[in-house]
């Protein structure tokens, strides 16, 4: 009998809650499955079997939390033939009841609602919370006249409502463990630095034009689009070579440089926005840049990212504008001291040489802790990532 431990999944953390489980009280499994889902504040990281075997004892539910190093189950090792050789059920043989996602599990349970009633649009057909919200929504709609009552399920009218006003209603709906620590992350980073913001624009036209002129090209030899974000990758590393500041933390009353480019990418997850990391960004081409992106978005989405890809990195790159956001600032991502936001691209009209042009424009924030960042260094690492971009020539010739 061997102990299942939660492993360490992030630089600071110290526990995480458990999801859900994925194999049952004496279930098989391969080796390499998934067992069970880990809460962090970062993301929701599927734990897989260090070996085939069956899964003997549960020692800790879903909902409770462990801390790094704490046994959750009891594994015994075997070969588990039948799961090996045939890990995927016949159609008959599969459980009744599909998997939720556990913010999904959460909101079915205090709706009262049975998984067996919502069509899950997840990777393998699980359930997701927004496929919960959206059959909550369509239970709100008017009983047709077969029914006597609506579903019991259904918020009842607020207390402060005029009874002549019965939609005026309010949905109560417990917060996702993950949302949770991700406010809890975010008030830590407000309370604990001296966070600033600085704003910018830059004129996207080069990049366009280059990317129009090569981009076909490029996706032909490489086997990638070529988008926006290697060249500001690109530029951001090159100005933290210039500003270190912004490439550094603050460790136990010192300061800490680092001499190397981990450079966090905030990516749209299942249930948020998780910040895989690329290593040693300063030695990749904007292809290999540009193919680490789309794998980390790809399995941000599957949930297939693994712990230490989400751990470190010395500074972060969001992109809002993805979104639709015009401006807006951005949180640090501690214990880093910058992180630099992406908005949208909008043709406005400029001052160019005495003329008034349209120009495809998009607003630049960076936010960083005055702790050790002073205004200076912010702004000049603004202008230059700035000047990269508006001059990508720039960052083939590093100058």
């Known amino acids: 009998m061997q102990e299942l431990k939660v492993p360490s999944v992030g630089e600071s953390i110290v526990e995480v809650e458990i999801g859900a489980w994925l194999k049952k009280e004496g279930e098989a499994f391969g080796a390499d499955e998934p067992l069970v889902e880990l809460i962090t504040d970062k993301a929701t990281l599927e734990l897989p079997a260090p070996f085939a075997g069956t899964l003997k ?53 205090e709706a009262g609602v049975s998984p067996k009633e919502v069509v899950g649009t997840g990777l393998g057909g699980r359930i997701l919370k927004e496929d919960v919200e959206r059959h909550l929504e369509e239970r709100k709609a008017p009983p047709r006249p077969a029914e006597p009552a609506p579903p019991p399920a259904a918020p009842p009218p607020s207390p402060q409502a005029p009874a002549d006003k019965p939609w005026r209603v309010d949905e109560v709906v417990p917060m996702t463990p993950l949302r949770r620590r991700i ?47 290697s060249f500001f990758v690109k530029a951001v590393v090159q100005a933290l070579k210039e500003i270190p500041e912004l490439n550094a933390e603050i460790r136990d009353g010192t300061i800490v440089y680092h001499r190397y480019y981990d450079i966090g990418i905030a990516v749209g997850g299942g249930e948020g926005l998780v910040v895989p990391v690329l290593r040693d960004a ?64 909008q043709e406005r009209p400029v001052a160019r040489e005495g003329q008034v042009v349209i120009r495809p424009m998009m607003y630049l924030a960076l936010s960083y802790d005055h702790r050790i960042v002073d205004g200076r260094e912010a702004v000049t690492f603004l202008r230059r990532v700035k000047e990269l971009i508006e001059n990508p020539a720039r960052l083939l010739l590093e100058v």
């Open 183 to 229: 406010a809890e992350r975010l008030l830590q980073a407000r309370q604990t630095t001296a966070m600033l913001t600085t704003f910018n624009e830059a004129d996207m036209s080069a990049v366009i034009a280059l990317r129009r002129e090569l981009g076909e090209a490029f996706q032909k030899k490489h086997g990638v689009k070529l988008g926006f974000m």
């Open 57 to 109: 004892k549960i020692l800790k539910a879903q909902g409770e939390t462990a801390r790094v190093g704490e046994a959750i189950a009891l594994l015994e090792e075997g070969k588990a033939e039948a799961q090996v050789q045939a890990p995927t059920r016949a159609p008959e043989e599969a459980s009744p009841e599909p998997l939720a996602m556990p913010a999904a599990e959460r909101l079915m349970r």
């Open 282 to 345: 300063d030695r990749l081409s904007f292809a290999e840049i540009e193919r680490q992106i789309a794998d980390f978005a790809e399995r941000a989405r599957a949930r297939k990212l693994k712990p230490e890809e989400l751990m470190g990195g010395t500074f972060t790159i969001t992109n809002g504008g993805i979104y639709g956001s015009l401006n807006s600032t951005p949180l640090l991502n501690p214990p880093q001291v910058g992180i630099l936001g992406m908005h949208a691209i």
